[in-house]
């Protein structure tokens, strides 16, 4: 049996990372950006818990963790499209746009920064992806048929 999740270590060194993670982005003009400083931040605290990993800001203003154990690759979560994203994104332009709004609103309003570095995404956000998928199986098909992708 394991430990209840307030007695797990994992949850508390989750917390720390994730506090880390927001520490390393600066708001700029309603945006959230990554900094070198906030990233040094980073790195130390993924050191401190024994988690080798590579920490980077993009030119774009995004940042990246890589770890040995982890290929640094993340694809699209449509079904069959391996098109390569950033770990950030759900998925590629054509297949995210062609989401119905509300449940696009409904990932972004349920992520959580860093969680794509931490591997703790919440429970409403599992559910809101839950629900695209399923979204997906039953309309995705017509999405291509209509020409919404393409």
């Excluded at 394991?2 to 003009?29: F, Q």
């Excluded at 070198?36 to 990993?53: K, P, S, T, Y």
């Excluded at 695209?132 to 999405?143: D, F, L, S, T």
Aim: proline share 8%; hydrophobic share 40%; net charge neutral.
């Amino acid at each position: 049996m394991t430990a209840p999740l307030t007695e797990n270590p994992m949850v508390e060194i989750a917390g720390k990372i994730r506090e880390a993670i927001v520490s390393c982005l600066e708001e700029r003009d309603g945006r959230y950006y990554a900094t070198e400083a906030g990233c040094a931040r980073l790195r130390g605290v993924l050191e401190m818990h024994g988690i080798e990993a590579t920490v980077t800001v993009g030119a774009d203003g995004r940042f990246e963790v890589h770890t040995p154990q982890e290929p640094a690759k993340h694809t699209c979560h449509w079904p069959g499209c391996g098109r390569p994203v950033p770990p950030i994104m759900w998925g590629c332009k054509p297949h995210w746009l062609a989401l119905p709004k509300a449940l696009r609103d409904r990932i972004w309003a349920t992520y959580r920064p860093g969680q794509e570095a931490t591997k703790t995404p919440s429970e409403a956000y599992l559910k809101a992806a839950r629900d695209v998928q399923a979204w997906i199986a039953e309309h995705g098909e017509k999405a291509v048929m209509f020409g919404v992708l393409r």
